[in-house]
């Protein structure tokens, strides 16, 4: 019996979040007989002080924190209430491609297009802001789209936006 506290003991340690290195995928025995045992991968991941994280990933304007069809299509309404007017040469604007969309092209192009629809007066004013950020609109220039295949934008706390374009025709 005290074997088996004690093995519990160390385990609950071990397992502890106090440790300094977090061993991935650790497989902690316990075995009455045999005490504790601990098993870990060759590499064992470590955060340091300066690890950084993006925060913003889940809190873009718009709902877009990955690259689905279905948080771009749950971004089409709010994207054109986002104020590009901040959004200069210095900022981090990445252009997304829906064609690069996780999930099924076919059936989730369809209701993206009902979105885009459903938002038609949104999605034009949407056309007008990216027309109007000569940012944005030199980095779709650069990669060969225009205003006009923009269907979201999303943004973050730092700064950054994201620009989904329909590259499917």
């Known amino acids: 019996m005290k074997k088996t506290i ?7 340690l071990l397992a502890s979040s ?17 005490g504790v045992t ?4 060759a590499v064992d991941a470590k955060a340091g002080a300066d690890t950084k994280a993006n925060a913003n990933a889940s809190s873009n304007a718009g709902g877009v924190a990955d690259n689905t069809y279905g ?17 200069t040469d210095e900022a981090n604007v990445t ?3 829906l064609s690069s969309l996780q999930g099924n092209a076919a059936t989730e192009a369809a209701a993206l297009d009902q979105a885009l629809s459903a938002n038609a007066d ?8 990216v027309e109007a950020n ?4 030199a980095k779709l220039e ?9 269907v979201a934008v999303t943004s973050s706390a730092d700064g950054a936006v994201t620009v989904y374009v329909d590259d499917r025709a």
Not at 18 to 34: C, Y
Not at 134 to 137: D, L, N, S
Not at 142 to 150: H, I, K, N, P, R
Request: aromatic share 2%; net charge negative.
């Open 122 to 129: 949104a999605v034009t004013t949407l056309h007008s802001n």
């Open 95 to 97: 252009i997304v491609l």
């Open 134 to 137: 000569a940012a944005i609109k």
């Open 71 to 87: 948080s771009v299509i749950s971004s089409v309404s709010g994207s054109a209430d986002i104020d590009l007017a901040a959004v």
């Open 6 to 12: 004690i093995a519990t003991t160390i385990a609950a």
């Open 142 to 150: 650069a990669e060969g789209y225009t205003s006009d295949d923009v």
């Open 18 to 34: 106090a440790l300094p290195a977090v061993a991935q995928d650790a497989a902690v025995g316990v075995d009455a007989g045999a």
């Open 38 to 41: 601990v098993e870990t991968p």
